[in-house]
């Protein structure tokens, strides 16, 4: 029996790259697929973006909330998959059939999750790559050096995030990081490398807006970590960047 597949969504002002990623969704082969879409009660065009593709759209609100992790903990409450994961509202799927190889690995009951690699875009255009993010050498030891497989890419059985809860919202940019510690510390688990670009991400997203962005993102790294019980400091964190810089020069 295929799994179904939840992808949350999360929308808030939105307008510029919204569509692109709804019609990403709408192009999967694979139609076991719930898509659920939280907005956090836009006031510009997305909401009649939205209401353009309220035919593929398994559940939709729009209401203030608190931030992104808020709206994202909104949308693992109504989800209804066995399998879960996030498409953020400027990402998009790096082909028609990225759902379908997800839900292959699925088919063995053994699996709790799997990731993959990601590829940045300019906003330029979806088709001028300007990084290739790997998670080929990710282990839960680099998570103390700042690394993290590629979140977008992330897919787990809907009883693992019941087990680890909800994402906490006292982060304003990290606390997806601190999500992927929790899993990757737990006991007893199997979640596999797909060795495929599964996302294409656009730049200048919360984490990567500006350098102040970037600040408070490793501060809520080295703290994520802490909280954990990973032992860290900003020194090794920091020290990610010249790998990443390589990322960029060798695509």
């Known amino acids: 029996m295929n799994p179904l597949i939840s992808i949350i969504t999360v929308t808030f002002n939105s307008e510029k790259t919204v569509e692109r990623t709804l019609q990403s969704v709408a192009a999967q082969t694979y ?3 719930e898509h659920i879409v939280i907005d956090g009660a836009s006031t510009d065009g997305t909401l009649s973006i939205l209401d353009k593709y309220r035919q593929g759209i398994s559940y939709f609100s729009s209401e203030a909330d608190a931030g992104m992790y808020d709206a994202i903990n909104k949308g693992l409450r109504v ?6 994961g996030l498409l953020h509202s400027d990402d998009l799927f790096a082909h028609d059939a990225v ?41 839960s030891a680099r998570l103390a050096w700042g ?37 990757f510390l737990r006991d007893r688990f199997r979640i596999l490398y797909m060795p495929k670009v599964l996302v294409k991400m656009q730049t200048g997203g919360i984490s990567t807006r500006n350098w102040r962005a970037t600040i408070r993102l490793n501060q809520e790294v080295v703290r994520a970590c802490r909280e954990n019980g990973i032992r860290t400091n900003i020194l090794k964190v920091l020290s990610k960047y010249p790998e990443k810089l390589v990322e960029m020069l060798f695509l």
């Open 31 to 33: 139609r076991d697929i």
């Open 99 to 139: 759902v379908a190889d997800i839900a292959e690995q699925f088919a063995d009951r053994q699996v709790d999750g799997i990731y993959g690699d990601a590829v940045f875009f300019s906003p330029v255009s979806e088709q001028k790559i300007v990084r290739l993010y790997s998670s080929a050498k990710f282990s």
């Open 147 to 183: 690394w993290m497989p590629a979140h977008p890419t992330l897919y787990l059985r809907s009883e693992l995030y019941k087990e680890l809860g909800e994402f906490k919202t006292d982060y304003a940019i990290a606390a997806d990081y601190d999500y992927v510690c929790r899993i």
């Open 79 to 84: 989800a209804k998959g066995d399998v879960i």
